[in-house]
C-alpha cells in the first residue's frame, strides 16, 4: 500500500558529501513526519534527522547537528537527507521511515552508506 525507495547511497571520503533521497509511493495516505534512521554494525537502529511534513519542523541527533540537513519536498512524497563533513563514524545503512497521520510507520528497504577511514 504505502512503498518506500532509497537512493543516493555509497562510498564517500573521510569529510566527503553524499545525499540521500526517500520517494514515498501508494494508494490513499497522508504523511505526518519523515525521518531518517541508520545502524551501523554492532549498534542500535538510531534515528538522525525528524521533519513534520505540515510546518516544517525539523530535529537532528547530536552526533549529526551542523552537519546533516533534512528536507522534504511535498509534492513530491520526498524526502532528503543532505550529508556534508562525512567521518568513518556515520557508516551505516540508513532507512527512510514515514509515519501517516493515522499512526501507521511505514519503512524504506535501506541504503549502505561507507565513509573511508
Known amino acids: 500500500q504505502v512503498q518506500l525507495v532509497e537512493s543516493g547511497g555509497g562510498v564517500a571520503q573521510d569529510g566527503g558529501s553524499l545525499t540521500l533521497s526517500c520517494a514515498a509511493s501508494?494508494?490513499?495516505?497522508?504523511?505526518?513526519?519523515m525521518r531518517w534512521y541508520r545502524q551501523a554494525p554492532g549498534k542500535e537502529r538510531e534515528v538522525v534527522a525528524s521533519?513534520?511534513?505540515?510546518?516544517?519542523?525539523?530535529y537532528y541527533a547530536s552526533s549529526v547537528e551542523g552537519r546533516f540537513v533534512i528536507s522534504g519536498e511535498n509534492a513530491k512524497n520526498t524526502v532528503y537527507l543532505q550529508m556534508n563533513s562525512l567521518k568513518p563514524e556515520d557508516t551505516a545503512v540508513y532507512y527512510c521511515?514515514?509515519?501517516?497521520?493515522?499512526?501507521?510507520?511505514?519503512w524504506g528497504q535501506g541504503t549502505q552508506v561507507t565513509v573511508s577511514s
Open positions: 521511515n514515514n509515519q501517516d497521520t493515522t499512526g501507521g510507520l511505514y
Open positions: 501508494g494508494s490513499t495516505f497522508s504523511i505526518y513526519a
Open positions: 521533519i513534520y511534513w505540515t510546518g516544517g519542523r525539523t
